[in-house]
């Protein structure tokens, strides 16, 4: 008997990334998988008296958007605070800080988001005593876009008692000034935390990225209000036309509170998360947690499958890793989060475990110290279908460049972070590289004719969440220096990055990331056709329906 669909979508231009039906104008869907794919006459049979038929409108339809490194409940919780992105010069800041100041009283620690380095000028770095200017009497934080970085003003730091400066181990730093005080700028999670705990979230919105670990003591209050504001995060998500997501931080607190929305409303997007192993964790945990997260949580819906890990920290703070010196201090090269042989023994048991590893590596020094652990892995334990992944991999030795293939190591990567792209300053990234590291720089198109799998995302909150306007990105992406190698990626390839590669990376390519008869039903349908707009104008194209699971989840 022929099924009947529950949807149809219809005068559609599909692009199925299935490369044995790669078009096609209209989708029949069926519970939550999809029943076929083909032309409308063809379609049109499992229509029936209580099929939802939605017209595309001449619109692209796509596998629904894998965003393959985000923060979810940072992200979130950033949904709420104030954004200073692309503001310029300390007269707007000023503005800026006051009217949000009064807009909320009630909070004690007034937080701001995506803070440019150069905010106030091109030489002017941002301390204490300029925040003190526009509010002396009110705590004030503001993060730089990579949260790598914030800058805390005098009332902040006395609150977390940190003014006169404090140990935050190795990879962290509180600036400390000429005068033995702080001059308020943090750098890395354990300097930032101190003064991040006193926000509405007590911190706890990025313990998974910090600690890895779980909230000391929270009230049923603050966990439903935490749950709330992850709800509302995930609602924003689902409206950018994103079905999936890997989340880049990992804690039990956050696991626990997505079970309790699957279990009682329903996730809107897929969620992976890993368990992030920190340098200060016991190998055993790779065991006792992070296998045992694998075996509790390993739905479609909600998955906890691998293990993230931080190398360094980012360039613009001198927290990234070099193989040579930073072009503008001679003798700094960053010091690793890990010593090698403590890598290699974390992947080598992650790897014995079949636990894959994602590790967030910036500079061409950490990126060959990871490349030399999943090297060390498979020495250690036979070859196997591990895709280790390597987030970020702003610059990379041309010699480390071939690994990448003979690993099976794969390039996840964002279009937003290349500085000149989506609103960021050239400065001070390139005079910190040096013009010779340029060239190996954001090697998208270099890995992949190496023969790197690549993803894209965003790594929200650092940049905006929005798929189309990161796609754009990729598109428009213009070189440092006349000659330079353009490193961009075709259509095709961007779109497979952000969906058919992103569900291979995450064992889950027999069943999403192409749109296909029996594939889950994730689909996004855009405003206008991709294929034939011009890239300058790729954001302009919005989701109109998003379907996850067979649930229409967002409809504009």
Not at 75 to 95: I, P, T, Y
């Amino acid at each position: 008997m022929q099924r009947e669909a529950s949807y149809i979508i219809r005068n559609a231009r599909v692009l199925t990334m299935n490369e044995a039906n790669p078009r096609a104008s209209a989708i029949a869907i069926s519970g939550n998988r999809i029943l076929a794919v083909g032309s409308e006459a063809g379609i049109d049979q499992f229509s029936g008296p209580d099929t939802h038929v939605i017209d595309a409108k001449g619109g692209t339809v796509l596998p629904g958007f894998n965003e393959a490194h985000m923060h979810i409940f940072g992200g979130s919780a950033g949904l709420r605070e104030l954004s200073v992105m692309g503001m310029k010069g300390f007269d707007a800041l000023d503005k800026a800080l006051k009217a949000y100041a009064a807009e909320h009283p009630e909070r004690r620690l007034l937080i701001a988001q995506h803070a440019d380095y150069t905010i106030l000028s091109d030489d002017e770095r941002m301390t204490r005593h300029h925040l003190d200017r526009i509010l002396p009497d009110r705590a004030v934080l503001i993060f730089a876009p990579d949260h790598h970085t914030a800058w805390a003003n005098t009332l902040a730091l006395e609150m977390a008692g940190i003014l006169e400066g404090r140990d935050v181990g190795i990879g962290n730093e509180i600036v400390m000034g000429e005068d033995g005080l702080a001059t308020g700028e943090l750098r890395e999670s354990d300097a930032i935390r101190p003064v991040s705990m006193f926000g509405e979230t007590g911190a706890r919105d990025m313990l998974g990225v910090g600690t890895g670990g779980d909230p000391d003591h929270v009230t049923a209050e603050e966990r439903a209000g935490d749950i709330e504001i992850i709800r509302h995060g995930f609602a924003y998500v689902a409206s950018l036309g994103i079905t999936s997501l890997q989340n880049m931080d990992g804690s039990l607190y956050q696991l626990e509170m997505l079970d309790e929305i699957e279990r009682t409303s329903g996730l809107p997007v897929r969620v992976r998360m890993p368990f992030h192993m920190k340098n200060f964790m016991p190998l055993s945990d790779l065991e006792t947690k992070a296998a045992a997260w694998r075996e509790r949580f390993n739905s479609d819906r909600l998955r906890s499958d691998f293990v993230k890990l931080f190398m360094d920290g980012v360039t613009e703070s001198s927290t990234a890793v070099f193989i040579d010196d930073y072009a503008h201090q001679p003798g700094l090269k960053g010091d690793p989060l890990f010593t090698q042989a403590h890598f290699d023994d974390i992947t080598i048991a992650a790897d014995r475990l079949g636990l894959p590893v994602a590790v967030h590596a910036i500079g061409d020094g950490a990126v060959r110290m990871v490349l030399n652990g999943y090297e060390a892995a498979m020495k250690a334990n036979g070859k196997r279908d591990s895709r280790n992944r390597i987030e970020h991999i702003e610059v990379v030795h041309p010699d480390d460049i071939p690994r990448f293939r003979e690993l099976g190591t794969v390039a996840s990567m964002q279009p937003t972070h290349p500085p000149g792209s989506a609103g960021l300053p050239l400065e001070p990234y390139l005079s910190y590289i040096g013009e010779a590291r340029w060239p190996h720089a954001f090697a998208w198109r270099t890995l992949v004719d190496a023969g790197a799998p690549i993803v894209f995302a965003t790594d929200w909150p650092v940049s905006p969440l929005d798929p189309m306007h990161c796609i754009e990105c990729a598109m428009t992406r213009s070189v440092w220096k006349d000659g330079m190698k353009d490193e961009r990626l075709s259509l095709h390839e961007t779109l497979a990055a952000y969906t058919k590669t992103g569900a291979w990376v995450e064992f889950m390519e027999d069943r999403k990331g192409m749109l296909k008869p029996g594939y889950l039903a994730d689909i996004v349908v855009l405003s206008g056709d991709v294929e034939t707009t011009d890239a300058t104008r790729l954001a302009a194209l919005r989701p109109v329906t998003t379907i996850c699971d067979g649930r229409i989840t967002y409809q504009a």
